[in-house]
């Protein structure tokens, strides 16, 4: 028998695997689908103090690879989120959640967690100071580790749980901005958001998405994924949840070894809804085929030696 | 919704650029007319979804016309091939809304879902009627099988080079209790504008996921943001927002 489970922050998961916050909504679709229980956990659709409707469309766009997304943070509000979605999600799922937090300020950041920080299914916060398709916010707090940690500091002071910061990839440095969230607190890095990106269509000759940029995701950036979680991994000591175009149990393990303690997977879950339950299917005999016998102590397994 | 391997059976021209294909598989996901499948292509990331032209108990047809790379896709598919699909999304045509005498409306590639919707009424006791909307005579698809249901039909052209000169809106003349519409926007809202009675239009989307999940597709209409893809294709003509 080999070993799947993971910890977070002391919370333990029966598996790494874990949606990704706005591939996921707030798990009824995928409940009706699948007995979403077997899953590590998941992380709720990003959620802000006052509902929002989000970009004009076209928000999504094909690319090699993937796809962009420019969707812009559509929720109901968190007071609905509490009032409405978190009682539906009790019926269909009994482990912690993760939630998936975002702001325009910090104040924003720091009301939205107070609330959240009072349901008990919330097992932890996912802060997103990276969402490149809002503007005066979002990925402005991920830009630079001097805003990223102010985040991180009135977020923790405002809550008991395990705060996770969502880093952007569209940085210079995301190894510096995840040690400045160490240092101001964060029990955890989840990275990466999507990267800045844009399509133009040739009929139109305008960009494609309304919003003009838009978020890179799916198997394309796996490889930048793979490569920002290691070097977050050789400078934090925080654990980190690596996503980035996962879509497969053999791309669970890779992202583990660069130093993922969970997984996050997004875009596939657009394109092939049992993804993640398939790939929690597929992990034992991954794991056997590589002489794996618990994922918890290959996290980090390529940084040694 | 299912997600299932479907077989192509036959993949065929229709006009130039529009193409018929039949599937077979599972079909009991299909619940209403005016619903899609969302298609897994070769060397393509995102599904395309394709609305449902006709089912039965055995397979599906579709009807699409090839305007981008995941559409030459399928038209290049082969009979024998099998198909990664998911099916039944959407809400669709709710029949038990339509009148005794819907005037079912379709423009271009709007035509195909109003096919399965027409056989739909007819099943439940109702007398459609319809109105098929084309560019020119080279691009018109599918009247003799209306006309095969036994159903009134009417064909508009916009140059006139056959049947009604003009467009959908041209040939609301036959009284009718209710209207079902599907088509490009300017149509969609032309018939909005047009008719007196209730009705329902289904809408066009660049969609992620195609099952509500990813919020790709959101639309603001009276009764609250609603998706394309899963509270829609279908909205009611009291709700829309233009």
Known sequence: MVDTSVALSGIRLDNPVIPASGTFGYGAEFAELYDINCLGTFSFKGTTLSPRFGNPTPRIAETPGGMLNAVGLQNPGVEKVIAEELPRLREIFRKPVMANVSGFSIDEYVQTCALLDKEEQVGWLEVNISCPNVHGGGMAFGSSPEAAAEVTRAVKAATKKPVYMKLSPNVTDIAAVARACQDAGADGVSLINTLLAMRIDLKTKRPLLANGTGGLSGPAVFPVAVRMVYQVYEAVDIPIIGMGGVSSAEDVIEMMLAGAAAVEVGAANLVSPFVCRDIIRDLPEAMKKYGINSLTEIIGGAHHG | ?242
Not at chain 2, 89 to 97: M, P
Not at chain 2, 102 to 112: C, R
Not at chain 2, 159 to 177: E, H, N
Request: aromatic letters at 10%; one cysteine or more; glycine letters at 14%.
């Open chain 2, 1 to 242: 919704m299912t997600q299932g391997i479907y077989r192509i059976e036959y993949n065929r021209r229709l006009t130039a650029d529009v193409w018929e294909m039949r599937l077979t598989g599972d079909t009991g996901a299909v619940t209403a007319p005016g619903q899609f499948i969302n298609i897994k292509l070769e060397g393509l990331f995102l599904r395309r979804p394709i609305s449902i032209c006709d089912w039965d108990g055995e397979g599906i047809t579709i009807i699409y016309k090839v305007v981008g790379r995941g559409t030459a896709a399928l038209s290049g598919a082969e009979p024998g091939q099998d198909l990664d699909v998911l099916c039944g999304l959407g809400n669709g045509f709710d029949v038990s809304k339509c009148g005794e005498r819907t005037v079912v409306i379709g423009g271009g590639v709007g035509v195909p879902p109003m096919y399965g919707l027409a056989k739909a009424l007819q099943k439940a006791g109702k007398t459609p009627i319809a109105v098929l909307g084309f560019n020119k005579k080279e691009e018109i698809f599918y009247e003799d099988q209306f006309r095969a249901l036994g159903i009134e039909t009417t064909v508009t052209t916009v140059d006139g080079s056959y049947g009604v000169k003009g467009f959908v809106t041209d040939a609301l003349r036959s009284s009718y209790d209710y209207f079902c519409a599907c088509g490009p926007l300017p149509m969609l809202k032309a018939v909005y504008n047009a008719t007196a009675t209730s009705g329902l239009l289904s809408f066009e989307e660049r969609m992620g996921c195609g099952f509500g999940a990813c919020m790709g597709c959101s639309c603001k209409t009276k009764y609250g943001n609603k998706r394309i893809c899963k509270d829609g294709p279908v909205l009611e003509k009291e709700e829309i927002i233009w």
